[in-house]
């Protein structure tokens, strides 16, 4: 792939000059500050993570070591709000595995919990900077428009950027890829004429056609919770239901009429949630009490935060 000298010379290049270099994980040599971010990163805007939460949560939990010793109460109540729970539980579980420092290698890697291809990888180039391909929705755009792949399965993607990959400065190669599917290379009328792969590019003459996406399909749920607060503090349960597995929700009630509060809209993930709030007065026995006042570090989702709030403000 000599063919490809220029367009890799042009590509870091260009990344000198506009990449994101500001990003606080991209100036750390420190591998949990990377996997960190790129758990977090993962269904995240990167604004909300550099400013919220990819800080607060290192301030809290600065070395692998020191997650490794938290109850995993503590690790939710510092993703709260964040989605995709998941995301904390396995990055709890990996830190108990691991309290010394996560393996080096991508094949070790990829046996722990919650981490996939694209995690792994990232950790090998952005930590290691070895000689490997790091695939996301932006590279993956990238790759489909600069050799014209026509809905490609997602093996041909990796293997296409595997190949591109700039064996003198992968890291910088990769993140400068990731960029430009982020800056340039957009997914609806993309920059063409500021890009740096513009002149070897085979896709600039209809981009979109190699990357048209199927629609979303989502799922609608209605949701029946109750609310009861009482000396300050609220009554919630520990979720059995696999959305929010774990966390601290409102209690379920089966909906009667006269004790209805209001309803109000919620997304998460796949679901459009109608959530039905109903005030209650009699208790299950699993109840957990939280002061209202300590609810902002509590293991609570969003949607619990917006119940509560919603109850005030009804
Ligand atoms: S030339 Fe246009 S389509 Fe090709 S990689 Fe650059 S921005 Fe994307």
Redesign the pocket.
């Known amino acids: 792939m000599s063919a490809l000298k220029n367009p890799k010379k042009n590509l870091l290049k260009w990344y000198k000059t506009h990449g994101r270099h500001e990003l606080p994980w991209r100036n750390s040599d420190d591998i949990y500050h990377i996997y960190l971010s790129e758990i977090m990163l993962q269904q995240t805007q990167v604004n909300r993570v550099r400013d919220e939460y990819y800080p607060q949560f290192l301030e809290k939990f600065p070395s692998l070591h020191v997650l490794a010793q938290a109850e995993q109460d503590e690790v939710l109540g510092a993703w709260s709000g964040l989605g995709y729970y998941s995301r904390a539980r396995n990055l709890h579980a990996c830190a108990k595995l691991m309290p010394k420092g996560l393996p080096q290698s991508q094949e070790e890697l990829l046996k722990l919990p919650g981490i996939g291809r694209y995690t792994a990888s990232a950790i090998c180039s952005f930590g290691h900077n070895q000689n490997i391909a790091v695939v996301d929705t932006n590279i993956a755009r ?1 790759i489909k ?2 050799f014209a792949l026509l809905n490609p399965a997602d093996k041909t993607i990796w293997h296409y950027a595997s190949d591109f990959v700039n064996e003198k400065d992968p890291r910088h190669h990769n993140l400068a890829l990731m960029d ?1 599917g982020s800056l ?2 957009l997914p609806n009328k ?3 004429q500021e ?1 740096p ?2 002149k070897e ?1 085979q ?2 003459d209809e ?1 979109e056609l190699y990357t048209q996406t199927k629609k979303k399909e989502y799922k609608s749920l209605e949701l029946f919770y109750g609310v009861y607060i009482k000396n300050n503090q609220i009554a919630l349960q520990v979720s059995k239901e696999r959305m929010y597995k774990d966390m601290l929700i409102l209690p379920s009630v089966d909906p009667i009429e006269e004790n209805f509060l209001g309803k109000f809209r919620h997304s998460y993930t796949k679901y459009r949630l109608s959530v039905h709030l109903y005030k209650i007065d009699v208790l299950e026995d699993d109840i957990v009490w939280v002061d209202i006042g300590k609810l902002e570090n509590a293991p609570i989702s969003s949607l619990t935060k917006k119940a509560h709030k919603f109850f005030y403000l009804a």
Do not use: T, Y
């Open positions: 990238v428009r600069f430009l340039i290379c993309p920059k063409c890009c792969l513009f590019c896709g600039q981009p």
